[in-house]
């Protein structure tokens, strides 16, 4: 290497040479304009969504169902309630799991069997989405011999589960030891303690957990195409096809109507607004909340 | 006493409960393995590897062959790769080494909310946007300039495997960024220090100092970002023209292994049509394993701080 040689040259106060410091500057230009062009999609992007989706937005795409193919006008209700339908019990399957696999890895998971499950976790994590859907489609599509909100939901919750556990585990292994031995010092059993001590002492950071893995299934749609699979009408029973928000904008975006492109970006409106809410409480909480000071 | 007995009983029941919660985690990778491999085996037994070599893909005369998908999701991702990496650590680069401190905050976020926004979105987006940029700017230019090469030629539709190698790219930024911002921000601050104590400019210290004790971290965040570009769906079966082609040119339509499952999974009549599609989600399945596995492995050996230093 020629460092040395460097050294000696640059032993004394010489100033650094023209070129070194024209190359200095090259490449500071050259990381701010990689953060502009990075930028640039990214304002466009924002700056599209919310002036089509506010130009878009209207009274009727909130409170009506889809009209027929072509027909200007109706709204997605129903797949904004079929969303929050799947969601929901994608939450009620995907949390209790997710955050009991994250307490038993900060509170047992010191040990080669506890690294095993955060690699697995880690892998989980990197899965498609639209494999996770052919095993939703294969495990309760096919056991029962058709398309419903329940699979939909099952797929969402694999894909909770490996987020939640991975930040439970690191916001429980934030509270501090002290905690617990106090909690032991006075005989409460470790149970007890875990769950009334630990896990309530983290419950803004657990909850930050659980409201990324929601903002990250809210908006996908590869694992609800053949699971969910849509509908045009009203549907509440979780054993039966049903909207969804982002597979409604799917299917309007690609077709050839004016009025459904108009709803496509008024539905993308609606979600992006429903996932940014949730990441900036996330940020928030993760700021002011107790946990974050403590 | 009645205290004890229910320790007894508690605890046990307690590391039952989560250790089972634990368990599922290796359960559900059991499971998602189990029936890729179950369901795809009609299949595998009726076109071997051949499955994986030839071009055909014909549901109706029921002939399968998964290149064409294997090569448009190889081609995007790499496209996407070479797109995303230098912005991404350029990006990476500034906000730790050269930012001014208030700054930083709302860049990071602002890559943050990148990373939030649906892929469904960034297809609703290179719909309208992108590919009537691509139609009437860049790839008439492109054409002019490098159609010499081959790779830039055929009618300039927007749509194709430049548009899909584009929206990939600005998808996997925020990933690639973040972790190498991780990556750097673990390099000692003494490393700098001492570097510029011997007379170096900022970009040497950047380059002797930093990226090159953080290089196999920032390798795993950018296999991490090609893991997530090989498994993304839906913003490419939005623009990718979802034709099983082999064309030199990326102005041509292409086609994805996801893609492929997106359009035609909920549509497949007949079992050996599905085990062929399943079979092409165990094949995505497996080669997003290993890549991750190996993007895991890079990154946890910088951020535990193990190996990577020493050797400047």
């Known amino acids: 290497m020629s460092e040395p040689q460097n050294i000696k040259s640059h032993a004394g106060m010489q100033p650094i040479s023209w070129r070194r410091r024209i190359i200095d500057h090259f490449m500071t230009g050259l990381a701010v304009l990689t953060v502009i062009l990075v930028l640039v999609p990214l304002v466009a992007i924002f700056g599209y969504l919310v002036y089509r989706g506010m130009g878009s937005i209207n009274w009727a795409f909130l409170t009506q169902t889809p009209r027929p193919v072509g027909e200007p006008g109706g709204g997605m209700a129903n797949a904004i309630v079929g969303s929050g339908l799947i969601l929901a019990i994608a939450s009620l399957m995907g949390v209790p799991f997710g955050v009991g696999a994250g307490i038993y890895l900060a509170e047992f998971g010191r040990n080669r069997f506890g690294d095993s499950i955060r690699f697995t976790a880690d892998v989980l994590n990197g899965v498609p989405s639209i494999v996770i859907g052919i095993v939703a489609y294969s495990i309760v599509v096919l056991q029962q011999r058709h398309f419903s909100a329940l699979a939909g939901s099952v797929a969402l919750a694999i894909m909770m589960v490996p987020t939640i556990t991975r930040t439970t585990e690191e916001m429980l292994l934030l509270v501090p030891q002290a905690l617990r031995e106090a909690a032991y010092g006075l005989g409460i059993p470790r149970w007890r303690t875990a769950l009334s001590i630990t896990l309530r002492t983290a419950t803004s950071g657990v909850i930050t957990g659980i409201m990324l893995a929601f903002a990250r299934v809210a908006g996908e749609t590869a694992p609800l195409l053949f699971t969910t699979l849509g509908n045009q009408f009203w549907n509440l029973r979780v054993d039966q096809p049903t909207a969804a928000l982002p597979l409604q904008i799917y299917t309007y975006g690609l077709s050839p109507y004016d009025d459904w492109h108009r709803q496509a970006w008024a539905g993308a409106f609606v979600l992006i607004i429903l996932i940014v809410t949730a990441v900036a409480a996330v940020r928030f909480a993760v700021r002011h909340g107790t946990f974050g000071s403590a | ?312």
């Open chain 2, 1 to 312: 006493m009645l205290l004890t007995s229910r320790h007894e009983i508690g605890d046990p029941i307690f590391k039952l409960v989560v250790l089972v919660c634990a368990l599922a985690i290796l359960g559900l990778l059991g499971l998602i393995v189990y029936e890729l491999v179950f369901r795809s085996a009609l299949s595998w037994h009726a076109f071997g590897f051949r499955f994986f070599a030839g071009s055909e893909w014909d549901p109706v005369g029921e002939h399968f062959g998964a290149l064409p998908f294997i090569y448009g999701t190889l081609v995007s991702s790499l496209l996407a790769l070479l797109i995303a990496v230098p912005l991404a650590i350029g990006v990476a680069v500034f906000t730790t080494e050269m930012c001014p401190g208030r700054l930083r905050g709302p860049l990071s976020f602002f890559t943050e909310l990148l990373a939030a926004i649906p892929s469904v979105i960034y297809g609703l987006w290179a719909i309208f946007v992108l590919l009537p940029i691509l139609r009437s700017y860049l790839q008439p230019f492109l054409a002019k300039t490098l159609g010499w090469t081959g790779l830039f030629e055929g009618p300039p539709y927007g749509i194709g495997m430049l548009a899909a190698g584009i929206i990939l790219a600005i998808m996997i930024i925020p990933i690639i960024s973040s972790i190498t911002r991780e990556v750097l921000a673990v390099v000692p601050q003494h490393q700098r220090e001492g570097v510029l104590a011997l007379g170096a400019t900022r970009w040497e210290m950047i380059r002797m100092g930093v990226l090159r004790n953080a290089r196999a971290g920032i390798m795993g965040g950018i296999i991490l970002g090609l893991g997530r570009a090989l498994g993304e769906t839906m913003a490419v079966t939005m623009v990718i023209g979802n034709r099983p082609e082999i064309a030199k040119s990326l102005f041509a339509p292409g086609y994805t292994m996801a893609s492929v499952l997106a359009n035609e999974f909920s549509e497949a009549t007949g079992d050996i049509y599905l085990s062929a599609l399943v079979e092409i989600g165990l094949a995505l399945f497996l080669v997003t394993i290993v890549v991750n596995a190996l993007a895991q492995f890079l990154v946890w050996t910088v951020t535990r701080g193990e190996p990577a230093r020493g050797h400047v």
